[in-house]
């Protein structure tokens, strides 16, 4: 815990201007970002009696280690600012909003050649129409079910929409009229992208106009005598208004506005907004946050309208903003929300008639939703908690261990041989700091060596970062071993692909990992207080031994044993048996989990990968549309190995010089093992792009951490 004395800017150092100020702990990391109308005062409340700071306020000023500032000119920049550090560090101790789920918006996508209709979420992109969002897909495909009878816009994917135009075929929705089929031509790009246009009119609130035209439409042609195109028009209107009563009318027609509230007590915050538009409800979202600094209501306010509007223009900032309470001050916010409109916005508190009610809807619903949040989050807070606690105990550690990061290797008989590192803050994954490794040191099974490479290889990169920022200045240079980790970090999807380049994968990653000193939390450069590794005795020693051959001495380690879930320490000849029943055995145990399944996609990946590995891929020069070209005209890889040369530069775009490459390249590659039927005997041949050909079921990678930590146990 930091004196912030220690740190405190000397009288007359901080300017009396607007700026945005950074707080950092003692590995560079910033902690906290804010903003002020004077930095001289806002600075300078920091650094009084410890006595009299709100707690949370204590808590980051005794946690961070320096302060720093940056001045600008208005109080704008400095909102612009502040916003675009916030998204970038992530601090720990500002405000974050989290979403309670990914809300689904109704997409039109303007930028295709012909525009579809789908549901969408995630970030928006440009060029694509959003209305909403909605509180579940469901509403969604309902509404445009109903239009799509007025409005027939596409709907389909990518791939039907290129196979009904290659069969000249329309999907079932345009032989049932739900679809204009302009894949077949039955319309043209033109025509199609008006029905487009006005769906989003529709969708935008412009519905009186619409629905008067086809009223008067449908009277026309009955007293044209044409009653089955009256009726029609009748069906469609019937939808167009069963449509509309999906969103009941609120406000005054044409009123475009969103209204915020907020609920929130000691320790968190809740944010409900109701998007309103053309007078109806057409979205909602909500948000909750846990109220790690000093806030306001009129605090919470303003970034809440950070997050919602900062990547916002035109007419995504509505024209009225309604809130709770407003910022303060209130003028640089409202000025920003106009320049993010392109207009003026009004930004302001209800104070009667029908937006006075709505508001009040609004708040219940940011109520409810603190409610049900504290109820699921209680029991989970508290256990969360104890684990930790539990876990400190039971390892005779100072304190909770509030960042741990667990290690295990996995392969397949000792091929791709892989490693990986998954990370818990206070007990909660961390998906964006995992990380992967190949074992690079040597070839062969070794889950000990490998263990030893992966823990050096990590903590070597942590010593290099705090050299690197003046933190350590003892001893040789901790980047100058060689040894460079892959350093491909998971994306945080359901799915993990994390995108792996070509340097990643094969040279050293170090001048990548550490260019800027900007507090960022880069590879490896924030240290855990609990290493975790898969295994017992031999797997735990040789973490241990990495730690002490690089000099590091206050990280604790443990591993934990598969067999009877025993937690193995350093240097002890008798394991820590935790009770079954205890909160932190099991939050080891899901740390333990969590690592292996890491490992095991990764293992998988590579072995694919090199399954699908084909002698032409060595050939440099030589990309797929001409592998597929060589592939095509010989068969496959069998009679394109037996052709020569004068053969290969047959193939179009085959030159003599690429010929005589892909000759020498299949030459010295093994040629494949026959594929054998195992039903029949017979012997097969092969047809693929140089891929071997398996005769039974492959084997499922197994992390053999467990296994040699077992049978070194029983032996």
Known sequence: MADPSSYRPKPGQIPDSPGVYKFRDEHRRVIYVGKAKSLRQRLASYFQDLAGLHPRTRTMVTTAASVEWTVVSTEVEALQLEYSWIKEYDPRFNVKYRDDKSYPYLAVTMNEEFPRVQVMRGHKRKGVRYFGPYGHAWAIRDTVDLLLRVFPVRTCSAGVFKNAARTDRPCLLGYIGKCSAPCVGRVSDEEHRELAEEFCDFMAGRTGTYIRRLEQQMTDAAEEMEYERAARLRDDIEALKKAMEKNAVVLADATDADLMAVAEDELEAAVQIFHVRGGRVRGQRGWVTDKVEAVTTGDLVEHALQQLYGEETGDSVPKEVLVPALPDPVEPVQEWLTERRGSNVSLR???????????????????????????????????????????????????????????????????????????????????????????????????????????????????????????????????????????????????????????????????????????????????????????????????????????????????????????????????????????????????????????????????????????????????????????????????????????????????????????????????????????????????????????????????????????????
């Open 349 to 715: 508190i209800p104070q009667r008639g029908d937006k006075k009610a709505l508001m009040e809807t609004v708040q219940r619903n940011a109520l409810q939703a603190l409610g049900l949040h504290k109820t699921k989050r209680a029991s989970d807070l508290t256990t969360r908690s104890r684990a930790l606690e539990e876990i400190a105990g039971a390892l005779d550690l100072d304190s909770a261990p509030l960042r741990i990061e667990c290690y295990d290797i996995s392969h397949l008989q000792g091929d791709d041989v892989v490693a990986s590192m998954v990370v818990f803050e206070d007990g909660l994954q961390r998906k964006s700091e995992y990380r992967r490794f190949q074992i690079k040191g040597f070839e062969g099974q070794d889950d000990v060596r490998s263990m030893h490479e992966v823990i050096t290889r990590r903590f070597r990169r942590y010593l290099a970062e705090k050299e690197r920022t003046g933190e350590w200045t003892d001893g040789e240079d901790a980047s100058s071993d060689g040894i460079s980790s892959d350093g491909a970090s998971a994306d945080g999807t359901s799915t993990e692909s994390a995108p792996l380049g070509n340097a990643a994968l094969e040279g050293d990653t170090t001048g990548n990992a550490f260019t800027e000193e900007d507090g960022r939390p880069k590879r490896f450069a924030y240290p855990p207080q609990l290493v975790v590794v898969d295994g017992g005795q031999p797997q735990v020693a040789a973490a241990k031994r990495a730690l002490d051959e690089l000099g590091i001495d206050d990280i604790a380690v443990c591993g934990l044993a598969k067999r009877l879930e025993e937690v193995w320490l350093p240097h002890e000849d008798d394991p820590v048996v935790l009770p079954r029943t205890s909160e932190g055995l099991y939050l080891l145990q899901r740390v333990r989990d969590e690592a292996h399944r890491f490992a095991i996609t990764y293992q998988r990946t590579k072995r694919a990968k090199r399954f699908k590995a084909s002698p032409l891929d060595e050939v440099p020069g030589l990309g797929e549309t001409r592998k597929q070209a060589l592939i095509k005209h010989f068969g496959s890889v069998k009679k394109l190995r037996s052709a020569t040369i004068d053969q290969i530069c047959e193939v179009p775009g085959i030159g003599r010089k690429t010929a005589e490459a892909v000759a020498v390249a299949l030459a010295q590659a093994a040629p494949a093992a026959p594929a054998v039927n195992t039903a029949t005997g017979e012997i097969m041949e092969d047809e693929e792009v140089g891929a071997p050909v398996h005769t039974g079921s492959p084997e499922e990678p197994v992390s053999t951490g467990a296994s040699h930590e077992r049978r070194g146990q029983e032996t």
